[in-house]
Structure formats: structure tokens, C-alpha cells
């Protein structure tokens, strides 16, 4: 799963800036200005997602707002305007991001205490390392002209690591609260 989430997150993530200069001609301040406000609205995002959990189960919550991100990952580079764009990719951001406490949380609640740390590093050494394949495709591809295959390709990716996360973790969500 943190394979595949991480090559997603590959795809996207370290070309976003490039992207949008070439799409929509946005300056260094626009993106700036972009990348900034997405880190505000993830905050508010995993405060979401902790409200979420705790009415509906970590594991339900999890799901439910990434596979929000993934549509909106499909929607992004059909979007007509940088406003528009920067809009989509904000929440989109947040939504996906937003949940890593849960995750975290989640995986350091079923490891023993002994190889909780080991258990953590090698979830992200996996994430990081896939992370790392994804921009070498992408920058091929935005610079062969296609500026949407990146972001259907991460949305695939990131589909299949959700629909895994629930299946797997299912039966370890929380009770939900009444």
C-alpha cells in the first residue's frame, strides 16, 4: 500500500509547480501563494479527519477522504483556470494529507511497543522510496506535452493503496461513537 501511495504522490507532488507555470503561466508568488494555503487547509483537514474517526471508525474516515482526493486528483488537470486548479488542489492536498495522523496512529496502535519505531520507518522508507520513481515518469510526460496522464496515473495509484488501506485495516476500525 505505501508503495503504491508513495509512486502516486511521486507522480504529482514534486511536479505540481511545474505544472502549474506551464498550464496556466502562474508565477514563483502564485504557487507560493498556492502551496502555502494547501498546508493551512491540510491542518484543518486532519482535524477533520480526528472528528471523522471518531464518529465513524479511523479506518472508514481514512478511506472516505482519500478516495475524495482521488477524485478530485482526476478533476485537477481539467480545470479551465488557476483559480479554479488551485482550488481543487488545495482540498485535494488536504484530504489526502490530511489523514496521515490517523494512519500513523492506526499502525503504531497495532505494532508492539518494542518495534513501533522499526514499524514507522520502514512505512515511510517505502512511501520515500516509491516517491522517488514518480518524478522521473512524470517530468517525461508533462515534458512530452501530456499534462493530465500524470494525474490520472497518481489517482489510479492512490485508488488502488485506499481500496487496499480498508480492506486490510477493516477490521480493526473503532467503534463508532453515539
Known sequence: MNLLNGLGVGFVGPMISYW????????SGEI????????VVTGFAALLSGY?????GMVRAVVWLRLSGVLLMCALPFMPSFALAFVIYAVRSALSRGTQG?????????TGEARRGF????NSFFTRAASAVGPTISGWLLEEGSLALPFVVAAGLQLVST????????G???ARRT
Open 52 to 56: 471523522l474517526a471518531d464518529r465513524v
Open 119 to 122: 514499524s514507522l520507518s520502514m
Open 102 to 110: 490517523a494512519r500513523s496512529a492506526l499502525g503504531a496502535s497495532l
Open 172 to 174: 480493526y476500525d473503532v
Open 32 to 39: 507560493g501563494g498556492t502551496l502555502a494555503a494547501t498546508f
Open 163 to 170: 481500496a487496499l488501506y480498508g480492506l486490510f485495516f477493516r
Open 20 to 27: 502549474f507555470a506551464t498550464k496556466f503561466g502562474a508565477t
